[in-house]
């Protein structure tokens, strides 16, 4: 929590909305943040206890947003698997961080309007 005067202000809820996520999304984005590797959606499915369409739906929104890196393995029987993991962790601060501050400044802007 981070204290603000009159008001205490959840960290992931200020990054789950900087970034335009959904709870599932901030979960499995949370959850690659804290895990390296790469993962198939049945692995993160199993992991995170989500249905699999609930993560399809997720990781193809993480990797929309560019945060969510997406490789192809071809399988030997025929067919591919898709591999996911975190894009740029740095980046993703950096996301955050400027949404925060174009907030603040717009904040500043309105209140020097009052």
Do not use: P
């Amino acid at each position: 929590m981070i204290d603000f005067a009159c008001k205490k202000f959840d960290l992931e809820e200020v990054i789950k909305c900087s970034l335009g996520l959904s709870k599932a999304e901030f979960r499995l984005l949370k959850f690659l943040v804290e895990h390296e590797g790469k993962f198939t959606t049945e692995d993160l499915s199993k992991k995170l206890k989500l249905d699999k369409s609930t993560i399809q739906r997720s990781v193809k929104k993480l990797h929309e947003k560019n945060l969510v890196s997406r490789s192809q393995v071809n399988q030997s029987v025929g067919g591919y698997i898709f591999l996911y993991s975190l894009k740029d962790k740095g980046n993703i601060r950096k996301i955050v961080t400027d949404t925060i501050d174009n907030w603040v400044n717009v904040f500043k802007s309105k209140i020097s309007a009052w």
